[in-house]
């Protein structure tokens, strides 16, 4: 990476799920010491519909961190763990306004 950056994918042998872990080492102009729950910017996952999921988590307590956003390519959606950490939903677009979240 030009900016110092460092990652890896983590790959399950079984279903070829990755995860992608980036980093930032002593050096880089973007690197900082760790701290405990503070350095995980977000993870994100491929869902088949961000906003359905977006309700569902915030109904199970997940806080909301953006509403729901998009066009007909791809529909994005945020929610906030209990530690803070962001969680990416990533889904198909839609022909209706995304940012309308449905009950």
Do not use: C
């Not at 915030?58 to 729901?68: D, I, L, M, N, W």
């Not at 791809?74 to 906030?80: H, W």
Request: charge should be positive; proline fraction near 5%.
């Amino acid at each position: 990476m030009d900016h110092g950056g460092k990652w890896v994918h983590l790959v399950d042998p079984t279903t070829r799920q990755k995860l992608e872990l980036n980093w930032y080492p002593k050096g880089s102009k973007f690197y900082k010491r760790y701290r405990n729950g503070s350095e995980l910017d977000h993870i994100g996952f491929i869902v088949d519909d961000a906003v359905k999921w977006f309700n569902l988590l915030v109904k199970r307590g997940a806080k909301p961190a953006t509403e729901p956003f998009g066009d007909e390519h791809e529909s994005l959606a945020y929610v906030k763990d209990a530690n803070g950490i962001w969680i990416e939903l990533i889904g198909p677009g839609r022909k209706n306004d995304a940012n309308n979240r449905s009950s």
